[in-house]
């Protein structure tokens, strides 16, 4: 029986992990249909476009685990502030650096998965600490 919730839990957590992807993904679409001529910010300006991007990614990974929060999914304490913290650093930091390596930021740079993966985990890291 233990071995059965044990896979349960990581199927929920993996559940988790993936619509946290996925909103990353649909917040930067939305947000791309709803200011015009958003497709021509990323060759005039990489450092509006980082900018930009950063936020979609940190707000689609922040609201999606918000979400598991509030429907319990996720089993944690809600520390929000220090999540939006973590969601932020872990989507801007790797874009920092694809901004300071490459002259222009192009479709498919690695560095936006990389600036995803970290704002998920930007926001599981106040539950991997406990309360001082």
Not at 57 to 86: E, K, M
Request: aromatic content about 14%; hydrophobic content about 60%.
């Amino acid at each position: 029986m233990k071995t059965r919730s044990m896979f349960v839990r990581v199927l929920i957590i993996l559940g988790i992990l993936f619509f946290q992807l996925v909103m990353t993904q649909v917040i930067t679409f939305i947000l791309s249909l709803l200011i015009g001529g958003l497709e021509n910010v990323q060759p005039s300006n990489k450092y509006l476009f980082a900018a930009i991007i950063g936020l979609t990614f940190s707000i689609g990974a922040f609201f999606a685990g918000w979400v598991a929060l509030r429907f319990r999914w996720l089993d944690a304490a809600p520390r929000l502030p220090a999540r939006a913290i973590g969601t932020l650093l872990g989507a801007y930091i790797p874009l920092l650096a694809a901004v300071l390596i490459y002259p222009v930021l192009e479709p498919g740079n690695p560095f936006y998965s990389l600036s995803i993966l970290a704002a998920i985990i930007g926001f599981h890291v106040p539950t991997w600490f406990k309360n001082s």
